[in-house]
């Protein structure tokens, strides 16, 4: 069982990375701050050449993938929280657990339906030629990435 919930949210944090890159968001801190993620934006659609209205629908489902996640996430984090109080009582038994794992479960789920939703949606957006381009410059981030790292990938 616990095999399986660490297979998932491996699962998870490699389509994550994957995605966060697809959407252009590699740049960009979660404070806002400086413009990393918008001059990454703007290099893919320079590189892309993308049209105003692909531009356009790509931001539109970024943001709305972006908020999405974000609730999902939060209500995650709440959710391991409370999966980890329960566990600190001295005379919890699994079955009590057991409805909130299923929720954590529930919810990484969606996570990955999401981020799959997310990258099918791209796919509509792009040319395959573009989408193509897209994953080769998402694969030589991550070489990039990883060799700052010391070869370590994710």
């Known amino acids: 069982m616990m095999r399986k919930y660490k297979t998932a949210i491996a699962v998870i944090v490699v389509v994550l990375a994957m995605t966060a890159n697809a959407f252009g968001e590699t740049g960009c801190d979660f404070k806002g701050k400086g413009d990393k993620g918008k001059k990454a934006r703007e290099n893919i659609t320079r590189e892309l050449n993308l049209t105003a209205d692909q531009d356009k629908r790509?931001?539109?489902?970024?943001?709305?993938?972006?908020?999405?996640?974000?609730?999902?996430?939060?209500?995650?984090?709440?959710?391991?929280?409370?999966?980890?109080?329960?566990?600190?009582?001295?005379?919890?038994?699994?079955?009590?657990?057991?409805?909130?794992?299923?929720?954590?479960?529930?919810?990484?789920?969606?996570?990955?339906?999401?981020?799959?939703?997310?990258?099918?949606?791209v796919k509509e957006i792009l040319t395959p030629e573009q989408f193509a381009k897209l994953e080769t410059m998402k694969d030589k981030r991550m070489e990039a990435v990883n060799k700052r790292r010391g070869g370590k990938g994710r």
């Open 58 to 121: 790509l931001t539109e489902e970024r943001t709305a993938s972006r908020e999405a996640m974000t609730a999902l996430f939060s209500s995650l984090k709440e959710k391991k929280n409370e999966l980890k109080d329960a566990l600190a009582k001295p005379d919890v038994t699994r079955q009590q657990v057991e409805p909130i794992m299923a929720e954590i479960k529930r919810l990484q789920a969606n996570m990955v339906d999401k981020r799959v939703d997310g990258i099918f949606k």
